[in-house]
Nanobody
């Protein structure tokens, strides 16, 4: 069974940090670009960041540039999203997804075939 599982979400104060993980089971992430999306209540799902299959290319939404860093460890079959200087507007459910179609920007939801169940990130004092 092909599965992506996110972890690392939680409640953090403004200015704090979290690291999200996206672990794959049932398939090898080496063949996939990985993207992180997020969806806040009442808003559409938006692309946050993506990384190419070998990690040589990354892209970020303007709203997170300089604060978030995406990385991958193919040996561990895991992708990470390091989130620093978190703001209340970063509050959302964060999803990771896998695409065979590369890590182009903007991230196109329909190009990502496999999705995790999401992890909640809440930034609040």
């Amino acid at each position: 069974q092909l599965q992506l599982v996110e972890s690392g979400g939680g409640l953090v104060q403004p200015g704090g940090s979290l690291r999200l993980s996206c672990a794959a089971s049932g398939f090898t992430l080496d063949y996939y670009a990985i993207g992180w999306f997020r969806q806040a209540p009442g808003k559409e799902r938006e692309g946050v960041s993506c990384i190419s299959r070998r990690g040589g290319s990354t892209n970020y939404a303007d709203s997170v540039k300089g604060r978030f860093t995406i990385s991958r460890d193919n040996a561990k079959n895991t992708v990470y999203l390091q989130m620093n200087s978190l703001k209340p507007e970063d509050t959302a459910v964060y999803y990771c997804a896998a695409s065979r179609w590369g890590s182009s920007w903007p991230m196109i939801h329909g190009l990502y075939a496999y999705w995790g169940q999401g992890t909640q990130v809440t930034v609040s004092s």
